[in-house]
């Protein structure tokens, strides 16, 4: 008979190792979820990662640990603890999307991972802390506060998934449903050393969801301290769905053998840290090291298009969502009325032809990738900066806006490619640094398998900050 875990050490384990230690017999879904909620009721209160709990999560944990004891679990991680995004409809719990206004907002209905996530037995801890409206890079709202980086309480986790990446760096959960419509899983994923998937678009079907006023660009993805658990969870939340047109596009054969690598180490004369240059130089030594063909210069087409139609995009969708959810506008911040001011006077001709650059920049993008497998940049130009302060001022001693630390991710969402960050050496302050790959329009299986040969080659398993050891 194999010896049984400690279930006080059990956060200590991921998905699949919980999985695991259920089908011995030697941890029960109920046990961990009861030590997990144990931990979070002492680690939270200063990270401010879970904003809601799941009053629910013992009677689910039960029922799983009843599965699992008659050898018939709902899926390979029926019983294992998950986060949800504060951004995501989960059945019985309030979605707020940060805005005081939707406080009372208990939702009727799953968003369709979400749901897909229940069906598979996982048990739902909680919602995750996000930015007013999910439209911000570090994770603050007048409803809940500031959300804390494990690694460094004083620091930001990033945004709009800040609360998810917390919860996971902290040993909160071991697995978390987040968003991206910008970069909001990976940039988050590179400040708190874990591995963040962006799918394809299409590739994670949605359903009852909130306003998607960022278009098709905003896609669910799974976050998780290695590439098999994140590998587990996408294939849960992933596939069709006859809500979602976009969902049933065609996955092409991923490309066999070594691949065609571009590293594109920084966009034109932008500022990047010096020190996450230096550790996504040394990550990419990996792939060469594995026989693929790597390449280094500028990206193969202008973002042009996307930096003309960002703007727009944005405020457009302040004012939409302030159409949708009219309660949600005297309640919002101030910055956020500006912003639906501008977007209210946007003229639908403005707004087409921004679209049409758009798709037009879907094809070239297509077209590029036609001589490229996979591309790789950094996933953020600085190293997390105050939690209570919306950007950095400055990187590498210039000064930015309110951009200039997300510059890499959104161009992604925009094609509508898949992307994933993994982690690189941490900074001489010991803190996280990540980078991106970038795969052709549905090759999301194609990055999962280069992230877990990537784990294996450069030996970079996860590090616990001194927060989660304590």
Request: some cysteine; hydrophobic content about 45%.
């Amino acid at each position: 008979m194999a010896a049984q875990h400690d279930v006080t050490q059990s956060w200590r384990l991921g998905a699949l190792e919980l999985a695991a230690a259920y089908a011995a017999g030697t941890l029960t879904p109920l046990a961990v979820t009861e030590a997990l909620q144990a931990r979070i009721n002492r680690l939270n209160p200063e990270l401010n990662a879970l904003v809601t709990l799941n009053p629910a999560a013992a009677e689910e944990a039960a029922a799983a640990t009843h599965r699992w004891a008659e050898s018939r679990p709902l899926s390979p991680l029926d019983g294992v603890p998950l986060t949800v995004k504060d951004h995501l409809n989960t059945r019985g719990l309030a979605t707020t999307w940060g805005n005081r206004a939707l406080a009372g907002n208990i939702a009727t209905e799953d968003e369709l991972a979400v749901a897909r996530c229940r069906a598979a037995g996982l048990v739902i801890l909680g919602k995750t802390n996000v930015p007013e409206f999910t439209l911000e890079g570090y994770t603050d709202n007048p409803l809940f506060g500031v959300t804390r980086n494990p690694w460094n309480t004083a620091l930001t986790p990033g945004g709009s998934s800040g609360g998810a990446v917390a919860s996971l760096a902290a040993g909160l959960a071991p697995l978390a449903l987040g968003t991206d419509g910008g970069g909001s899983i990976r940039r988050p994923a590179s400040h708190t050393g874990l591995v963040g998937l962006k799918p394809s678009i299409g590739a994670v079907a949605r359903a009852g969801s909130l306003p998607q006023v960022m278009l098709d660009l905003e896609v669910v993805g799974p976050l998780a301290r290695s590439a098999a658990d994140a590998e587990a969870l996408y294939r849960i939340i992933s596939g069709p769905d006859v809500r979602d047109p976009a969902s049933w596009r065609t996955r092409p054969e991923a490309p066999a053998g070594k691949l065609r690598i571009h590293y594109v180490p920084r966009f034109g004369e932008q500022p990047l840290d010096r020190q996450i240059a230096d550790s996504v130089e040394q990550a990419l030594a990996v792939f060469a090291r594995q026989g693929h063909q790597v390449t280094q210069g500028e990206l193969p087409f202008s973002l042009e298009p996307v930096d003309r139609f960002w703007p727009m995009m944005g405020a457009a969708a302040v004012a939409a969502i302030f159409r949708a959810l009219p309660e949600t506008e005297p309640e919002a911040a101030g910055l956020f009325r500006d912003m639906a001011g501008q977007g209210r006077q946007l003229s639908a001709t403005d707004y087409l032809c921004g679209l049409d650059g758009i798709r037009r920049f879907r094809r070239t993008v297509a077209e590029a990738f036609l001589d490229i497998d996979i591309i790789i940049t950094p996933s953020a130009a600085a190293l997390p900066w105050p939690a209570a302060q919306p950007y950095p001022g400055e990187i590498d001693g210039r000064p930015v806006g309110p951009r200039g630390h997300a510059i890499y991710t959104g161009w992604v969402n925009a094609c509508g490619h898949p992307a994933i960050n993994l982690p690189a050496a941490p900074s001489a302050e010991g803190l996280p640094i990540g980078f991106q790959l970038v795969a052709a329009m549905g090759q999301d299986e194609l990055l999962l398998r280069l992230a877990a040969d990537y784990e294996r080659e450069s030996g970079r398993g996860w590090q616990w900050p001194a927060l989660a050891e304590a």
